[in-house]
């Protein structure tokens, strides 16, 4: 059984993957046409779009990296719950904050962004020796630290 939900939430971490590899070949080829106009970062718009970025990313990861503990699941129903919750909320930061590099005219910031969403993407990655330790019950005895 928890293989089969390791298998399912694999394809929950690539699915991100996937996504984010889309996102950047159509903001690509966006922004490689003559007509496109990239949003100028200093204007309200563009530092709008810079508080949102920045704003989303700064909440996102680190409630989504502490979902599992913040939850507590006592089933395998309940961690693929938790677990699918925290790879898409930490892993969707990402192509998020690479369209805003490409609506903004390549604003180097944004990609520092997507970069810090990358690594944090990386920590949800599914696996059974991960799933056995966030599901083992806590000991009251243990020191924690």
Same mark, same amino acid.
């Given at each position: 059984?928890?293989?089969?939900?390791?298998?399912?939430?694999?394809?929950?971490?690539?699915?991100?993957?996937?996504?984010?590899?889309?996102?950047?070949?159509?903001?690509?080829?966006?922004?490689?046409?003559?007509?496109?106009?990239?949003?100028?970062?200093?204007?309200?718009?563009?530092?709008?779009?810079?508080?949102?970025?920045?704003?989303?990313?700064?909440?996102? $990861?680190? @409630?989504?990296?502490? &979902?599992?503990?913040? +939850?507590?699941?006592?089933? /395998?129903?309940?961690?693929?719950?938790? =677990?699918?919750?925290?790879?898409?909320?930490?892993?969707?930061?990402?192509?998020?904050? $690479?369209? @805003?590099?490409?609506? &903004?005219?390549?604003? +180097?910031?944004?990609?520092? /962004?997507?970069?810090?969403?990358?690594? =944090?993407?990386?920590?949800?990655?599914?696996?059974?020796?991960?799933?056995?330790?966030?599901?083992?019950?806590?000991?009251?005895?243990?020191?924690?630290?």
């Amino acid at each position: 059984m928890e293989e089969k939900i390791n298998r399912k939430l694999n394809w929950y971490y690539y699915g991100v993957m996937v996504f984010t590899l889309i996102i950047l070949s159509v903001m690509y080829y966006l922004a490689s046409q003559e007509d496109f106009e990239p949003i100028n970062p200093m204007e309200s718009v563009g530092m709008t779009l810079q508080y949102i970025a920045i704003g989303v990313t700064l909440v996102a $990861i680190p @409630f989504g990296l502490y &979902l599992v503990k913040f +939850r507590k699941p006592q089933t /395998l129903e309940q961690y693929e719950q938790v =677990a699918t919750g925290r790879i898409l909320i930490v892993g969707l930061t990402m192509p998020m904050n $690479i369209a @805003f590099f490409y609506l &903004l005219g390549a604003h +180097r910031p944004m990609l520092w /962004l997507a970069a810090i969403a990358a690594i =944090a993407w990386y920590f949800t990655k599914p696996t059974l020796g991960k799933m056995e330790q966030e599901m083992k019950p806590e000991d009251p005895n243990e020191e924690k630290y």
